[in-house]
Structures are given as C-alpha cells and as structure tokens.
C-alpha cells in the first residue's frame, strides 16, 4: 500500500525558533500533498495545500509567512514553522495524493511543542 | 458550504455488535467519501471511500451506504472488535481537491 513518512515525529523547540518538517511519499508519485493541524480531540485542520514546483496555496486565516511549505520534488513537502510561539504546538499531518488516483494518504504526524 | 456533519460524536458498543457513523453534507459538488481511522498520536488511516455512482461498498467488515438525494453516507463496522476502538472521521472532497473532514466518532468497543 501506498506509504507516507514524516519526520521527525515530536520536537520540542524553544520559542523564537524555526522547525521543519518533512513528508516523504516512499513508493508513489504524489504531484500534490496537504499539510493538516490537528488539536487534542478535534477533527483536521487544512493549513495548504502543496503542488510540486508551485507555490503553496494556504488556507484562510493561515499565516504564509510563519508556515513555510515547499514542495520540491513529487516525493517530498516541508513545511517550516518560523519563529514558533506556544500556540504553534499542535500535532501536524501531511498527506499525499497519487498523482494517478484519488486516495490521499496520511503520515503518522509530527507532535510540536513549544516551549 | 463545505461543512460535513458527523453524527455521533461519541459510540459505545458491545463486542460482536455493528457500530454504524452517519455523515451528512451540504455541498453537491463532493464526489468522493472516505472514511479514515486514527489512533491516539497516530495519523489517519483510510479505510474505505466510495464516489456517488454507487450506494454501497463492502470491503471485508466496513460498509459504505451512500444516499445521494440525501446527501447522506455512513460507515458501517460489523462484527466489532476491541481493536476497533479509535476515532472515524469521514471526509469529502471535489474531484482531486483537498478533504473537507467531519468532527470525528470516538468509538469504544467493550468486550
């Protein structure tokens, strides 16, 4: 089945500091994937969405500076959060989709604290 | 709109017995309906999906039933299990576009 990585899955940083995130689609071409935000008990959160080569396309009210996603290849998005507060820290998903299909797979998430 | 609502938020059900989560949706647009599942500190995993050109798909103990004039699918799970206990959020979307995701059911399968 199709799998996706995200790395690293929890970091602790100090606020003020910048973190990146990484999401790898491991056997599948993913011309698109998503970054999601997920607080404790509640539902996903779209923060953008990545196309590779082009710039991202964020949601409402997400921050484009603070967020930083890039999608360098069809394999790999990062999404970067700049200059992290506490209120940054939530639990983080990507997911892609097969550049040939309609199923999106998910990541296992990356914990953020910020402390 | 794009909000999909999910009903219930929360299911207890006995070992054995079919849990069933219903979701409801404004936007005629959506043409594909996954269901996912998530563990704590895990992320979601896709379970099954159906598009509107058919009312139900079966894959092993999940069912699909999709009603169009409603605006209305549901995740049946039969048989259920302790493993089963986690929390099924549906979802739809519009052709390739990004998931519109419901609130989520925290299911607990008791033995």
């Known amino acids: 089945g199709a799998v996706v990585s995200q790395h690293p899955s929890w970091v602790i940083c100090k606020s003020g500091t910048s973190v990146k995130i990484e999401c790898r689609s491991l056997?599948?071409?993913?011309?698109?994937m998503f970054w999601y935000r997920q607080f404790p008990k509640q539902s996903l959160m779209l923060m953008a969405t990545s196309n590779e080569g082009s710039k991202a396309t964020y949601e409402q009210g997400v921050e484009k500076d603070k967020f930083l996603i890039n999608h360098a290849s069809l394999t790999l998005s990062t999404l970067t959060v700049t200059s992290a507060h506490p209120e940054d820290s939530s639990f983080y998903i990507c997911?892609?989709?097969?550049?040939?299909?309609?199923?999106?797979?998910f990541g296992p998430g990356t914990r953020l604290t910020v402390t | 709109q794009q909000q999909v609502k999910q009903s219930p938020q929360s299911l207890i059900v006995q070992k054995g017995g079919i849990s069933i989560i219903n979701c409801a949706y404004e936007n005629t647009a959506f043409d594909y309906f996954p269901w996912y599942q998530q563990f704590p500190g895990k992320g979601p995993a896709l379970l099954i999906a159906?598009?509107?050109?058919?009312s139900e798909k079966k894959e092993g103990r999940f069912t699909i039933s999709f009603n169009k004039s409603a605006k209305q699918f549901s995740l049946h799970i039969m048989d259920s299990q302790p493993g089963d206990s986690a929390t099924y959020f549906c979802?739809?979307?519009?052709?390739?576009?990004?998931?519109?995701f419901g609130s989520g059911t925290r299911l607990q399968v008791q033995p």
């Open positions: 056997d599948f071409q993913a011309t698109t």
């Open positions: 997911s892609a989709r097969d550049a040939g299909g309609w199923e999106q797979y």
């Open positions: 979802a739809a979307s519009t052709g390739r576009r990004a998931l519109t």
């Open positions: 159906i598009r509107p050109d058919v």
